[in-house]
């Protein structure tokens, strides 16, 4: 919901408590009452089941134990934070729900309790809360939190931290998919990466869950299909280029596309709509940057994925972007002052 | 010069809380950052700091008649400067691990405001007992915000207080199930967030305070 | 008299001087504690980097300083030298210490490295260091993730990969270089 909206949500009963004064309010004036963050935040949650589904069949156990932590610790962060700030709490509307639940799909299947727990706060106090509640963050609360619990505990979130060589469960014995390929230089089957049983965070495995729910998203148009669309032709785009200078044997396009957190990234991550650019081509352009830049970490750095950096990094730009893509005001161009 | 301005008791507690250089000035921010992830490099930092900035203010107050106003930051760089170079080869040679560990943040307490705005502020202006108080005072507010940053970053960080020195564990070593220490705190985002939020809790006890006063009052 | 250079700057002067006299004085009386205390930081770790030596003394072999070490009768033992290279965060500074025909490693010390706390910092642990005694000086040493087969192999540390390799390369490039230039005298 706009502040606008919220603005004259609140003056309306006002305006009828005075009779007969012409009431006249700035725009827009008719605005879809469905379009609620509650409404929202619960086409997320709905969209997520897929994703849920998928990870529930691959990791067993550790997906529901890591939801539970992850989302628990979110709603008592909010209470605690709102509750700070002397603001009314705000659990019903679904946010602190869904932060906890991407942030818990963000992560590894084994990690300790602690790196949930301590990711949902930071996520919802220095990620959400401090910068004045929901709709008033810069950066992505979720990924906020993954960062600061990456850079605290990096031996339970890094490369090797998804591997459990002893474990029970057939797919957290190996890497990584883009691990093995950035370290090895072995490729992983495309049918595996689209089913989703390579190893990963709880989320990320399969590219089928994530293209399900973000179909869902895109035409309820939680979600601007503008971003995802951005994100994976810039992807698209540079890993083409690199097969066809310097092409891996068995390891395409698609590889890139369906492997690594890219696909949850790009529907349920980067299109959050707090962080997000407002319009249109801002929202494709921000997607195509996100798109490059985890490109850049992916096959640059020292980190085999990099949609959690790319996404921040992009949040930060947010602004310029809006200021870039100004929308053309209903009737024409505003002239220019000559000076 | 005339010798009006805060009393030397006035300069004294006004140094510790009330202008805290770390948490109300904001001065001295780079060692805040840099060196206090152990309460061992706070305290030898806050230490070479105490050191600099009474010599430097003594020194300052007695030659304030002597200075002409366009060469008086030349002679306060000039006498931080001459103090640092001392404190450092003190630290080199009577505490080689500490020096070692403090590396290049000692020599760049010349560049710490703290000292040059003490000497601008209260020392060219004001007689010997007032500096001297006024040091004392400053230095021991940087000690304690530089103190109240350490313990929390070498809590969280390394789970313990005073670890090099005394060895005191505070959070009891535990498998990685059940707890870890958070490497981000011994790195510089921790100082930052550490900072930022110690300060939020300053302000809040000070504007609490400040209702409890106005209650009163009223 | 006022308005001259001299007048306005004889503080400056004076100051200088005085703060100038003080320091060397302070250099003076200091440094050579300031230098053994840095000699001690090397010479001191050559007996736990070659066994059977007590004492070592600087020499230039091939342009590089490296220390002799020696043992209590002063018979020559073993080399400790100096090597230093980029870690994953920032220059790692190492000694490594070899038997006199620099045919084995005898051990490893870190001087200085700034590695991920928690993570990379592992290099300077006694457990990981202690792998680097009695390893081969004339092949190159190779990092492995699971216990090392053979004789040259050096157990990484997990989720270090970085760390472990750069510090096996600064090994073999140190070692490397000592040994032609030894060859060479």
Sequence with gaps: MTDEAKKEEQQAPKAEAAAPVLHVAPGPHAFSTSLTTRRMMFDVLLALVPVFAASLWQFRLYTVIQLVICMVSALLAETLFTAMRKKPILIRDGSALVTGAILAFSLPAKAPWYVGAVGSFVAIGIGKVIFGGLGQNIFNPAMLGRAFVMIAFPAFLGATAYVVPDAAIDGLSRATPLTTLKQLGQNTGLLPLFLGTTNGSLGETSALACLLGGAYLCLRRTASWEIPAGIVSAVAAIAGLMQWLAPVAGWTVLHELFSGALLFGAFYIATDPVTSPLTPRGKFVFGLGVGALVMLIRKLSGYPEGVMFAVLIMNAVVPLINQWTIPTPVGGVVLEKKS | MSNDGPTPLERFINGILPENPVYRQILGICPTLAVSNTMEGALTMAGAVAFVLICSNILVSLIRGLLKPHLRILVFTLTIAAFVTIADRFLAAYMYDMSKLLGPYIPLIIVNCIIIARCEICASKQRLGAAVMDAVGQSLGFMLGLMSIASVREILGFGTWFGKWLGWRVIPAAAPEIWSNWVIMILPPGAFITLGLLMGVMNWIEARSRKARKAVAA | ?185
């Design chain 3, 1 to 185: 008299m006022k308005n001259s250079y001299i007048g306005q700057a004889w503080l400056v002067i004076v100051l200088s001087l005085c703060f100038g006299v003080a320091l060397a004085a302070v250099q003076t009386a200091l440094n050579p504690k300031i230098e053994s205390n840095k000699l001690r930081d090397t010479i001191g770790q050559i007996p736990s980097l070659v066994p059977g030596a007590a004492d070592g003394k600087a020499e230039t072999i091939g342009g590089q300083t490296v220390y002799r070490a020696v043992d209590a009768q002063g018979q020559h033992v073993g080399w400790v030298i100096p090597a230093r290279g980029q870690g994953f965060a920032d220059v790692i500074e190492l000694l490594v210490g070899t038997d006199k025909d620099v045919k084995q490693i005898t051990g490893l010390y870190v001087l200085k490295q700034l590695e991920t706390p928690g993570l990379g910092d592992f290099i300077t642990g006694d457990a990981w260091r202690s792998q680097f005694k009695s390893k081969p000086a004339d092949v190159p040493l190779v990092i492995t993730k699971t216990a090392p087969k053979t004789d040259s192999e050096v157990q990484g540390i997990t989720g270090a990969t970085i760390s472990s390799r750069s510090v096996v390369g600064i090994v073999n490039g140190a070692v490397e270089k000592f040994r032609s230039a030894v060859a060479n005298e």
